[in-house]
């Protein structure tokens, strides 16, 4: 077992499967010592434990749900990337995270949303998960649900 799913199951997030693409799409591309993911939602078991928009109100996500779903967002990435490389001790750098959370109009806490998959990665990977990032705002993600996360990973 590799030092990265070793740390991943010290934190209590052991590896999953790769969820299924719901579209016409592949789970990662690779090209050079680059792995570009897919957006990834928050399966668990194959189903997303919540769906819906995130806010503040009754009714919403509430944003600390959301956060958890962004580091669960990201473990799939995780999970897509070793498939691609076959071992994520090869990871190097977490390059780049975009997030999007599917929020009401008023709500402009992305950033903290998204934080749950930041912090994460530089859980798992320490100084090499410090990455550049976007947490955008937008209606609707697929199947309704509150965030999705891309990773883009270097690798040797």
Do not use: C, W
Request: no cysteine; aromatic share 6%; glycine share 10%.
């Amino acid at each position: 077992m590799s030092k990265i799913e070793q740390r991943l199951i010290e934190l209590g997030s052991p590896l999953p499967e790769v969820a299924k693409p719901v579209a016409a799409y592949a789970p990662f591309a690779v090209t050079g010592n680059l792995v570009f993911t897919a957006g990834q939602l928050p399966f668990v078991n194959g189903a997303l434990p919540v769906a819906g928009k995130v806010g503040e109100s009754a009714g919403l996500v509430d944003p600390a749900v959301a956060k958890g779903l962004a580091r669960t967002s990201a473990l799939n990435a995780l999970a897509a990337i070793k498939l691609a490389i076959g071992d994520l001790d090869r990871v190097t750098k977490v390059v780049k995270v975009v997030g999007f959370v599917a929020s009401v109009p008023e709500f402009t806490g992305q950033p903290g949303v998204i934080n749950g998959a930041s912090e994460f990665l530089v859980e798992v990977f320490g100084d090499a998960g410090i990455h550049a990032r976007s947490a955008v705002g937008v209606p609707v993600l697929p199947l309704d649900s509150a965030v999705e996360v891309e990773l883009i990973v270097e690798f040797e």
